[in-house]
Nanobody
Framework: QVQLVESGGGLVQPGGSLRLSCAAS????????MNWYRQAPGKQRELVAA???????SYGDSVKGRFTISRDKVKNTAYLQMNSLKPEDTAVYYC???????????WGQGTQVTVSS
C-alpha cells in the first residue's frame, strides 16, 4: 500500500520558517520525482517545487529564493524548507510522487500552512 504522509504544517508569523516533510512508503522512492503542490482557498492547485530522482530541482516563480526542496533516499522522505514566509503562502500543501515512465502518480493527504500575524 502506497502512503505519502506529510507533516510539519502549522501557523507561523510572516517572515517565519517551516519545514514540511513527506514520508513515503510502498514505493521505490529513488525512482520517483517528488513534488510539492499547494492549493489556497478558491484557487487552483499549483506546483511549488520539484526534485527529480537524480536530484535536479525546480521552483515556482513565487517561491524562488525562499523555498528549498530536498530528498533523503535513505529515509524515503522529501522535504520543503520554507523561509521568509508570506501571508500569500497560506495554503494546503500536498506531497506528490511521480514516475511518468511507469504511469504511477500518488498524492499525500495535505498539510495546512497558515501565515498570519
Amino acid at each position: 500500500q502506497v502512503q505519502l504522509v506529510e507533516s510539519g504544517g502549522g501557523l507561523v508569523q510572516p517572515g517565519g520558517s517551516l519545514r514540511l516533510s513527506c514520508a513515503a512508503s510502498g514505493i521505490t522512492f529513488s525512482r520517483y520525482s517528488m513534488n510539492w503542490y499547494r492549493q489556497a482557498p478558491g484557487k487552483q492547485r499549483e506546483l511549488v517545487a520539484a526534485i527529480t530522482s537524480g536530484g535536479s530541482t525546480s521552483y515556482g516563480d513565487s517561491v524562488k529564493g525562499r523555498f528549498t526542496i530536498s530528498r533523503d533516499k535513505v529515509k524515503n522522505t522529501a522535504y520543503l524548507q520554507m523561509n521568509s514566509l508570506k501571508p500569500e503562502d497560506t495554503a494546503v500543501y500536498y506531497c506528490n510522487a511521480d514516475w511518468p515512465a511507469a504511469r504511477r502518480n500518488f498524492w499525500g493527504q495535505g498539510t495546512q500552512v497558515t501565515v498570519s500575524s
